[in-house]
């Protein structure tokens, strides 16, 4: 084995563990992208970048044959088909909310760390990985202690049944009282005669999702409660 299968195996080893630690931090999300997925996108990344190198050096010219390549070639493709994984993790849910952003960016980061690791960017790398941890750890963490008002919050869908019209304006007005952000709002008529009443609402991010169902839920004139958690 020579030097430079020693340095190839060295590159393939250090992207597959900046692979693992950016799908680790995935798999504790329970994302749909986790170490086993971001371990092989890290390392294929890294392994064709190499071979992008290798290959544009691999054919000697001489005075017949031309041959010229660039040693990135292989590597600009991979930025490129990358995007298709990428969006099979976005996801569309029932409430026009888009869920999927993060990990799909988290894919990229984790091929863009296994190509600066296959063309030797060692610290540039490794910069990379704990920039990518710090910003979807830390970063939020910071933003919900002393951020402004909108990054304190989190979202919570609440559907309720109700019968009386008169207590939409009721509940509504709770709402407010309690000083939740109402970010939008639909009504919907049944033909069992009950109102259908979709609230989005914005609520401090140390309030628990089940006080706010508790709450919603014994409100007079309020039937049936379906809350969920968006952010």
Known sequence: MNNTDTDILIKLGISAVFGLIIGFERELKR???????????????????????????FFPNSDKVKIQMDPLRLAAQIVSGIGFLGAGVILRRGNDSISGLTT???????????????????????????????SVELIPFVMKLFGPKQLREKEIMLQLLIRDK???????????????????LRIKDLDNGDHLVQILVAVDYRDKTTDV???????????????????
């Open 166 to 184: 008169s207590k939409i304006d009721k509940t509504i007005t709770f709402l407010m009282e309690k000083k939740y952000s109402i970010r939008r």
């Open 104 to 134: 799909a960016a988290m894919i990229w980061g984790a091929a863009g760390i296994g190509i600066a690791v296959g063309a030797g960017f060692y610290l540039e790398a490794f910069t990379g990985v704990v920039l990518l941890i710090i």
């Open 31 to 57: 994302k749909p992208v986790g170490l086993k997925t971001s371990l092989v996108i890290s390392v294929v990344s890294c392994l064709l970048t190499i071979v992008s190198i290798q290959s544009a050096y």
């Open 213 to 231: 169902y508790a709450a919603v839920s014994e409100l007079e004139g309020v039937n049936q409660v379906e809350i969920e958690s968006i952010s």
